[in-house]
């Protein structure tokens, strides 16, 4: 009987695995990499869904408050295009997708393909997003190369990927051989971020970092700690490597806080996020239950452009720069709500699922630390930058997010069975 559902599932398995395989590898070196991979997780789970539901069903108080989370988030921007219809049908888009992401993880619960197909993907896409982006620094002599991204979304989403793929190298970390190509990954991955010049990754290191202090005790591997420090070195190293002008980035930095605290001018990188969380305050003070739409903040802030209240350099911006600040403004308290909801309650998930791994010894140990590294990495990303602003960096999260959920319950009914 097991024989034969194996082989009536094996082809969907085959079609799954592919698709899960293709959404990291496309994700920086296609146009529209990620996009097609959640319009073809959505359409995949519409042939099955019946049988797709019915496989996550047992897992439901598993995952219920990620769910609702990201289906508060949509609710909401229901919500504000129902009260505010000034704010457009566009306001939806976001959201809905999002929350359509579930269809990853019903796919995965339904035909188990094997985790090693995302870490493959994973890999595949760190390494070829390398030399795409060398190719524009070096020889396009663009100082903040971005490929199909701005240069800090790109930067983010590939040291996002080094960092999953460094939690694959842990799910290797009794075979060195096999943990040779996700470590090549990982150092891909985090040399990609370097070479956009971004400086919004930093942070993420440093929590990263930690979280894998914290679960030093799993590593039993020594080769595999050393590749961790080594990975976590060479960033390091970078920032004295003048070629990579991370240094004088940080340099800078600390010169235009000192220039915008000063009363200087606000025309910098550093100067203008200052300035816009600076009216950020001054709306969120005016607005805090409900906040403003899209386009009433810059509105407003224009406003206070012209009275002198604000340095004109923000005009250009389309956002905050800070997605809490950007939540507060856009929605008040429900919008700072639905912010940490989609962050918190996937950590909260794959947290207790390294618990669980770590206290009984359960196989779903790399993909649950691969999740709380995606988590921390947006909620880093996050600090001075809106990473939700794109619809490729929010389909990004929302569609890692559930493809590990479900090989962590893989995973879990593996050992179970």
């Known amino acids: 009987m097991n024989n034969k559902l194996t082989k009536t599932w094996e082809p969907m398995q085959l079609w799954i695995g592919a698709q899960v395989f293709l959404f990291p590898f496309l994700s920086l070196i296609a146009p529209s990499g990620i996009g097609f991979s959640s319009l073809l997780f959505l359409l995949s789970v519409l042939f099955v869904l019946r049988k797709a539901w019915a496989a996550l069903a047992p897992y439901w108080k598993e995952i219920r408050w990620v769910v609702a989370a990201f289906g508060f988030q949509f609710a909401l921007a229901l919500a504000c295009v129902l009260l505010r ?14 929350l359509a992401a579930l269809s990853a993880a019903m796919l995965v619960v339904l035909a188990r393909p ?42 983010d989403l590939a040291l996002c990927l080094g960092l999953v793929a460094l939690a694959a190298a842990v799910d290797y970390r009794h075979s060195t051989r096999k943990a040779i190509l996700p470590a090549l990954g990982a150092v891909a991955g985090l040399a990609a971020s370097v070479t956009t010049g971004s400086r919004g990754g930093w942070v993420a290191l440093a929590l990263a970092a930690l979280l894998f202090l914290s679960y030093a005790q799993m590593l039993h591997s020594r080769r595999v700690r050393l590749l961790l420090v080594g990975s976590f070195a ?7 490597i003048p070629a990579t002008g991370m240094q004088q980035r940080a ?40 906040g403003l739409d899209r386009k009433a903040v810059r509105t407003e802030l224009r406003h206070l452009v012209e009275d002198g209240t604000l340095d004109p350099a923000i005009l250009p911006m389309e956002h905050l720069h800070n997605d809490a600040l950007q939540a507060l403004a856009t929605g008040g308290v429900f919008g700072l709500l639905a912010w940490i909801a ?76």
Not at 257 to 268: D, I, K, L, N, Y
Not at 362 to 388: R, Y
């Open 251 to 290: 340099e800078q930095g600390i010169t235009d806080v000192r220039t915008w605290m000063e009363g200087g001018s606000a025309f910098s990188n550093v100067g203008i996020r200052l300035e816009l969380w600076k009216g950020a305050a001054i709306l969120i003070e005016e607005r805090p239950l409900f």
């Open 114 to 155: 094997p985790r090693a197909v995302l870490w493959w993907g994973v890999v595949a896409g760190a390494v070829a997003a390398l030399p795409f982006i060398l190719w524009q620094r070096v020889g396009l002599g663009m100082e903040r190369p971005g490929g199909w991204l701005n240069a800090i979304t790109f930067g």
């Open 234 to 240: 060479l960033v390091g190293a970078t920032f004295f």
């Open 342 to 417: 989609i962050l918190l309650a996937p950590f909260l998930f794959f947290s207790r699922q390294v618990g669980k791994a770590v206290h009984m010894g359960l196989p779903q140990f790399a993909p649950a630390l691969a999740g709380m590294l995606v988590v921390l990495c947006f909620f880093s990303f996050g600090m001075t930058e809106v990473i939700f602003w794109s619809l490729k960096g929010s389909m990004f999260y929302a569609l890692m997010v559930f493809l590990l959920m479900g090989l962590c319950l893989n995973a879990k009914e593996k050992r179970g069975n």
């Open 85 to 98: 219809p000034e704010a457009g049908l566009d306001h939806l888009d976001k959201p809905s997708r999002m």
